[in-house]
Nanobody, 121 residues
Framework: QVQLVESGGGLVQAGGSLRLSCAASGSIGVINAMGWYRQAPGKQRELVATITRTGSTDYADSVKGRFAISRDNARNTVYLQMNGLKPEDTAVYYC???????????????WGQGTQVTVSS
């Protein structure tokens, strides 16, 4: 089992910044990609940003230029630097890891419990 633990959420004013962290532990296998998703009340979960082991990144259009994803492969940790936060960024942010595990080496998805980000007007 792979465990993902998020940290760094909180309450900030519009225009402020937060940095989220997600550390993976357990039977890691090979982490092919990690990313962040978010879900606001009454809305569907959406992709925020992803990053591969080689550093290739992808962002939702709504966060491009404001958020930056990075990773430390040696520590199995992914970060999300969030700048210029807006009230519409308010959501629970979930860490995701796409992992290949022994014995099948199939691609599996693992999720953290989520961390609340609230941006006040």
């Amino acid at each position: 089992q792979v465990q993902l633990v998020e940290s760094g959420g909180g309450l900030v004013q519009a225009g402020g910044s937060l940095r989220l962290s997600c550390a993976a532990s357990g039977s890691i296998g090979v982490i092919n990609a990690m990313g962040w998703y978010r879900q606001a009340p009454g809305k569907q979960r959406e992709l925020v940003a992803t990053i591969t082991r080689t550093g290739s990144t992808d962002y939702a259009d709504s966060v491009k230029g404001r958020f930056a994803i990075s990773r430390d492969n040696a520590r199995n940790t992914v970060y999300l630097q969030m700048n210029g936060l807006k009230p519409e960024d308010t959501a629970v942010y979930y860490c995701n890891a796409k992992v290949t595990l022994s014995p099948s080496w199939r691609m599996d998805d693992f999720w953290g419990q989520g961390t609340q980000v609230t941006v006040s007007s």
